[in-house]
């Protein structure tokens, strides 16, 4: 596996993607995708069957929960992988690293990167104004 790639949009830290990294530009996820995103995100590291998913979203049929998983690997969002004739699904990166190239992808898309940044800031909680001061100080 190597450690860096060069895709802008690469979330691992260091790279996980191996010889292709498989990080894509962020894609919109519509509200039943989140709602399969949060249940694999809420077991990130394990392999969760379409059965599990769809056990954890009650109000959704089996065959619509499958269908967005399966829409969700074409998409490099879960990892899909076969074992007993059972698909199995993983979250490729953890929820943090999503929400980071979605920002990533925002601030990229600017023409004006300070503004951008200084509304965004503005937007901030006192908390996280202070988290955000402390990271970047750390990376002095």
Request: with cysteine; aromatic share 4%.
């Amino acid at each position: 596996m190597t450690t860096t790639c060069s895709n802008p949009n690469c979330t691992c830290s260091p790279c996980l993607c191996g010889e292709e990294c498989k990080c894509r530009p962020s894609t919109a996820l519509g509200d039943l995708e989140r709602q399969v995103m949060d249940v694999l995100w809420g077991g990130y590291g394990r392999e969760l069957t379409g059965r599990d998913v769809a056990d954890a979203l009650p109000a959704y049929a089996f065959t619509t929960v499958a269908t967005v998983l399966n829409r969700l690997s074409r998409k490099g969002v879960v990892r899909k992988r076969m074992e007993d004739g059972k698909a199995r699904f993983a979250a490729i990166h953890t929820q943090a690293d999503r929400a980071a190239t979605t920002m990533r992808n925002a601030l990229s898309s600017s023409d004006d990167r300070r503004e951008t940044l200084a509304r965004f800031t503005a937007s901030m909680t006192a908390d996280e104004v202070e988290a955000l001061r402390a990271f970047l100080d750390a990376r002095r």
